[in-house]
């Protein structure tokens, strides 16, 4: 249950968010893995590509030395020069801007780890941003081997669609067995998790592929 001090602040409410929450985001991020593993699980290695990626990274960072095994939503050990606490996870920007009068408030008694508390932000803003790291691809066989270092996310397309055999040089196709060109997609929607779906590379997914490189 929330402390007290965390039910008095309307601020608190989950009604605030409209990019990025702390404990639902993290939630979602397992959520997640366990749809890439029931992927894996449903496809075969051998004859599927598997491609893990996101649209962008948020505002988000880990911050303050916890100690091992201290809940990630829980509070650093260490003060600020106010001698106030602050969270381990904070956002860069966003609707968690709470300092008044030069002062932020004091959370030694709030329930940071509660699902709708508001992380601290660094910025005012109505809503928090996306962040600017480069997204993360990661790749299983078949043809993993294409996505490696840095790529323009432009790059993913035309690769997806030479391992479904789509369009150009398709020499590498050649004698592999038609149930051999599956692609299976796995990906982040608009902050929201998406269910992995097998795609045999005839069909919609890499249709559409073939559309974007005319």
Same mark, same amino acid.
């Given at each position: 249950m929330p402390s007290a001090s965390s039910t008095k602040n309307p601020s608190d409410s989950s009604s605030w968010c409209k990019g990025h929450h702390a404990s639902r985001g993290l939630h979602e991020t397992v959520a997640f893995d366990n749809d890439v593993a029931k992927g894996l699980e449903l496809t075969n290695e051998e004859e599927t590509l598997t491609l893990l990626?996101?649209?962008?990274?948020?505002?988000?960072? %880990?911050?303050?030395?916890?100690?091992?095994?201290?809940?990630?939503?829980? $509070?650093?050990?260490?003060?600020?020069?106010?001698?106030?606490?602050?969270?381990?996870?904070?956002?860069?920007?966003?609707?968690?801007?709470?300092?008044?009068?030069?002062?932020?408030?004091?959370?030694?008694?709030?329930?940071? $780890?509660? $699902? /709708?508390?508001?992380?601290?932000?660094? &910025?005012?803003? /109505?809503? +928090?941003?996306?962040?600017? +790291?480069?997204?993360?691809?990661?790749?299983? &066989?078949?043809?993993?081997?294409? %996505?490696?270092? &840095?790529? +323009?996310q432009s790059y993913l397309a035309h690769a997806m669609a030479y391992t479904g055999c789509v369009r150009w040089d398709l020499r590498h196709c050649e004698g592999r067995p038609q149930h051999t060109n599956r692609i299976l997609i796995t990906t982040t929607a608009d902050d929201r998790n998406s269910a992995p779906s097998q795609v045999p590379s005839i069909s919609l997914g890499t249709a559409l592929l073939a559309a974007l490189l005319q």
């Open positions: 990626t996101a649209g962008h990274s948020h505002a988000f960072t %880990f911050n303050g030395y916890p100690f091992r095994g201290q809940s990630i939503l829980g $509070k650093s050990p260490l003060y600020g020069k106010d001698m106030l606490p602050h969270t381990t996870v904070m956002y860069g920007n966003g609707p968690g801007y709470k300092v008044v009068d030069n002062k932020r408030p004091d959370s030694h008694k709030v329930d940071t $780890k509660w $699902k /709708d508390y508001m992380q601290l932000s660094a &910025v005012p803003r /109505d809503t +928090e941003t996306h962040g600017g +790291e480069d997204v993360v691809v990661l790749a299983r &066989v078949p043809m993993a081997h294409l %996505f490696h270092w &840095v790529q +323009e």
